[in-house]
């Protein structure tokens, strides 16, 4: 059997409405993602890779190259303007953007996982960190009370958040553990495609690695494929086995991630690398 | 002699550097062999490319140039200078280990859980993984008091070690050693070549860069001279 669990061909989105010179004068070369022509923004053209089962890849690049916008079209947060994305589901095949919007929502709340930036995106802040869990378990079938009480107690334990904060609101918890919280919820459902946009950023530092280590465990657990969105080089150095570097909404260079670091082609990734070290 | 486990022919690694318009070449002609259960040393001054060759073969380096032929446990032949990451990603896991001179891990994790990593990662039994990682960090004077305890805070010698022994752990079938003795006192580098040369014995190849002739001279079958390459290129800005 095949490992592949994701395939991604072609992927684009222009906001705006759009021309047929957008994609021609847009890119790296032209140190913009912005038409000339008719200012339509180009956040991600013709991106293609490959993910298999338990393999982290990580999406570098600046803000605005493009690499939140592609795991959003992938998570169903916006619609591409064109492309594919083939989801491989044991013995399933899913053309995401096929499906129909009930289609898609049982995906993301049954099939895929996203941790956000913005503990806000994630998080429902109206109810507490075990409700939090709980919405997403009830939203994958699991019905009996007690039974999800005793799983949103077992994730929050896997992530480190005490229990006797279970019934409190995140809203009072401190930014690495709201993360926290956001990892055990998109955990749930035991997952095997989870996407983690700049789920470090903003934090300090100590809790950066207690998050990265964390994630990493997981992976090795649960054999979770994931793709991490990331400004930090050091981020993707840790986690990422394979890295697409992006810029202006384009994949410039893509290789292991220990090539990409210590043997960059692109001059944009000689740049960022040298500018890290 | 049996078949070699690696034959390298005519590689070249040269850097281009966009910002400067410059090529670097790091190293070219490199041509060698190795084979199970010996060790070829690569030797040369500084300047030569010798990482530059383990690096490309690890694919850290991406080849400018030559092929790099491995031959799988299935009997198989692979041009590592030309394999889809995909691949070398699953070769690193069974088949070809690289002990560097630096300790790149996680901050948090234990000494034991970083020297057993390689084999969590194969789906070794975690109990059984942690008793040969144990067994591992004593055979090269790692103090247990030390082994429960992340290596962030370890001197260089005791980084080493734990590098060394995650390295050795999985017994890969090739191993690249980037001067595994560099930062370690006399005894302790003694244990590392009584250990490299019981892992001869088990049939690991083994390609080395060494700090020491000494150590070349006691440990190497096969020797390989590199020579530093010629200047570095300017390009015409054209």
Sequence with gaps: MSRKILEVRGLSRIHGKGCPLCTQHTGPEFDTNICPFCGSVVAAHDINFDLYRGEILGIIGESG??????????????????????????AEQHDLFSLNAAQQRSMRNKRFGMVYQNPHMGLNFQISAGGNIAERLLMSDLKHYAEIRRRAGE???RTEVSLARMDQNPKTFSGGMQQRVQIAKALATRPPLLFLDEVTTGLDLSVQAAILDLILEIQNELDTAMIVVTHDLGVIRLLAGRTLVMKHGRVIESGLTDQILEDPQHAYTQRLVASAL | MTQAILTIEDYAKTFHLHERNKDIPSTSGVNLSVYPGRLTALIGPTGAGKSSV??????????????????????????????????????????IGFVTQFLYCLPRKSAIDVVAEPLFARGVDSHEARGRAEKLLAQLAVPSHLWNVPPATFSGGEKQRVNLARGLIAQPRLLLLDEPTASLDPATTERVIKHIQSLKETGIAMLAIFHHPDLVRRLADEVVELSPPIAVTELSKD
């Design chain 2, 54 to 95: 383990l690096k490309g073969i690890y694919r850290t380096y991406l080849p400018s140039s030559g092929r790099i032929l491995f031959r799988t446990k299935a009997g198989n032949i692979i041009d590592l200078a030309k394999a889809c990451e995909h691949q070398i990603l699953e070769l690193r896991k069974q088949e």
């Design chain 1, 65 to 90: 190259s493009g690499k939140s916008s592609t795991v959003k079209m992938l998570y169903f947060d916006d619609a591409p303007t064109s492309g594919q994305a083939t989801f491989f589901d044991g």
């Design chain 1, 155 to 157: 994730l929050l334990s």
